[in-house]
């Protein structure tokens, strides 16, 4: 009994410390930065920290322009003025990350961001000096909710590319050109022109003087940047000569030896733009390229002919040159030719593009008429029942020695049904000859039932297209039964 009585002790007592456990868990899980008032202060940066904030709640007070669920706060106030970058990569829930100035109840939001990549969040901004920042994390979506996850944050201050200004463009040299800066510690100067094709917030500078007249492409490699040339010596006086917002098409112009030419590269209203590559090269040629059909024409058919050629430069092809090889010459886009007579003709075309970049490809179209026709079928005039008949198929051609398959039906009721098939070579014949397909057939019952016969007769190129297949069949004179 007494041994009985002492594990039911020890159970108790497990239990009731489990249960304390518990409930100092609880208590250790809310974060102490979980409300505005007691923020977590940051004294430097760069600043990182790793946070338990699955117990995290909302406060009353937290404001609800960007998602306040499970948030926790941390503050900074700024040295000097600097361009702020703070980011949750690593953490391992949905988080939203905000930052605000002001204070509790009456905050001003500055940036809010979810899903700058994958589930995490980023966000920068320019800060001054003697200002206090707030930031908020929560989890998305909604407001009020409790919980979180394992957060990772990161706070620094990045320093401004040193192309940041007008006064400051980098200089290119030679070409090709190529180089990388963070646009989200770029900024816009006062009197900066917004491109004419996106409008920015963040940019750099480049300058090119070309020593000769050429087109050249200027290009990012970045979602999110553009590219806007200038010319001009301010800020005040700049005219643009080209843009671009797509990081796959470059913006090409015709740069002028001597002319110094101002390249800005910014980020678009689509963000998303942090390292980004400019590159400046010469403008390549255009691709010159097109395509035919049918692709085995014979001298009566009108042959179509298609454009295919593309500009990398993004310029665009302005105009053409057809060549035929027969003397004949074309500038349409897409034109159609007939070539009178077999031959191989080596056809060119040349495209010029808006700003004068060439480019020629050639092809050589093999023009062959092949032709054959069924010009006599001979039968005789009248059979008998079990009667064995011939039927002589007379072919003719006079182009290129050609394989031709005969196809021998005769009719019945309703249609023609086959009787036999012949393949032969049929060498070419001038002065009206032709080769003779030599059938033979066996007169039935069926056929005196009928009281005739008529043969029908189709030929067939092997492997070739026939370029008059009208006279490729002929019908024979009935034969009367007997």
């Given at each position: 009994m007494v041994r009985r009585n002492s594990l039911r002790l020890g159970v108790v007592a497990a239990s009731a410390l489990a249960l304390t456990l518990v409930g100092s868990t609880a208590a250790l899980a809310q974060p102490t930065n979980d409300d505005f008032a007691s923020a977590t202060v940051i004294?430097?940066?760069?600043?990182?920290?790793?946070?338990?904030?699955?117990?995290?709640?909302?406060d009353p007070s937290d404001p609800v322009e960007c998602y306040n669920n499970g948030s926790v706060w941390y503050a900074y106030t700024a040295s000097a003025d600097t361009t702020i970058d703070a980011n949750t990569f690593g953490s391992n829930y949905d988080t939203v990350l905000s930052a605000w100035t002001g204070s509790q109840g009456s905050l001003t939001l500055l940036a809010c961001n979810d899903d700058a990549g994958s589930l995490q969040s980023r966000i920068s901004f320019a800060a001054s000096a003697g200002t206090t920042y707030y930031f908020m994390v929560s989890f998305c979506c909604g407001h009020g909710g409790t919980g979180g996850?394992?957060?990772?944050?990161?706070?620094?201050?990045?320093?401004?590319?040193?192309?940041?200004?007008?006064?400051?463009?980098?200089?290119?040299?030679?070409?090709?050109?190529?180089?990388?800066?963070?646009?989200?510690?770029?900024?816009?100067?006062?009197?900066e022109p917004q491109p004419s094709c996106f409008?920015?917030?963040?940019?750099?500078?480049?300058?090119?003087?070309?020593?000769?007249?050429q087109s050249l492409s200027a290009s990012v490699d970045q979602y999110g940047a553009g590219v806007a040339v200038y010319t001009g010596t301010s800020l005040a006086n700049l005219s643009p000569v080209g843009c671009t917002n797509y990081y796959y098409y470059p913006a090409t112009f015709r740069a002028q030896a001597g002319t110094?030419?101002?390249?800005?590269?910014?980020?678009?209203?689509?963000?998303?733009?942090?390292?980004?590559?400019?590159?400046?090269?010469?403008?390549?040629?255009?691709?010159?390229s097109f395509y035919y059909y049918p692709d085995d024409p014979s001298a009566f058919d009108t042959v179509q002919l298609i454009d295919a050629s593309q500009d990398p430069a993004n310029v665009g092809i302005s105009a053409r040159l057809w060549e035929f090889g027969d003397g004949g010459t074309s500038t349409q886009q897409n034109p159609t030719h007939r070539f009178t007579a077999d031959g191989d003709y080596t056809v060119r075309l040349t495209v010029t593009t808006t700003d004068g970049r060439t480019a020629s490809?050639?092809?050589?179209?093999g023009v062959r008429t092949h032709d054959v026709a069924i010009i006599r079928l001979g039968v005789p005039q009248s059979a008998r029942v079990g009667q064995t008949i011939a039927i002589d198929v007379y072919v003719r051609n006079t182009r290129y020695p050609e394989t031709v398959r005969v196809e021998l039906d005769k009719g019945v009721p309703g249609g023609f049904t086959g009787v036999?098939?012949?393949?032969?070579?049929?060498?070419?014949?001038?002065?009206?000859?032709?080769?003779?397909?030599?059938?033979?057939?066996?007169?039935?019952?069926?056929?005196?039932?009928?009281?005739?016969?008529?043969?029908?007769?189709?030929?067939?190129?092997?492997?070739?297209?026939?370029?008059?297949?009208?006279?490729?069949?002929?019908?024979?004179?009935?034969i009367k039964v007997m």
């Open positions: 004294t430097s940066l760069p600043f990182t920290t790793a946070q338990d904030t699955s117990e995290a709640t909302s996850g394992s957060l990772q944050l990161s706070v620094s201050a990045l320093v401004p590319p040193g192309n940041d200004s007008f006064a400051n463009a980098t200089v290119v040299g030679a070409l090709p050109f190529a180089d990388t800066q963070n646009l989200a510690v770029a900024s816009v100067e006062a009197g409008g920015t917030s963040r940019t750099v500078w480049y300058s090119v003087t070309p020593t000769t007249t110094t030419y101002f390249i800005q590269v910014g980020e678009t209203s689509s963000g998303a733009a942090n390292s980004t590559t400019f590159r400046l090269r010469t403008a390549p040629d255009p691709v010159a490809t050639s092809q050589v179209v036999g098939v012949l393949t032969l070579s049929v060498p070419v014949k001038m002065g009206g000859q032709s080769t003779r397909f030599l059938f033979s057939y066996t007169v039935t019952s069926d056929d005196r039932a009928l009281g005739k016969i008529t043969f029908r007769a189709t030929a067939t190129i092997v492997n070739q297209p026939d370029a008059l297949p009208a006279d490729n069949q002929l019908l024979s004179t009935p």
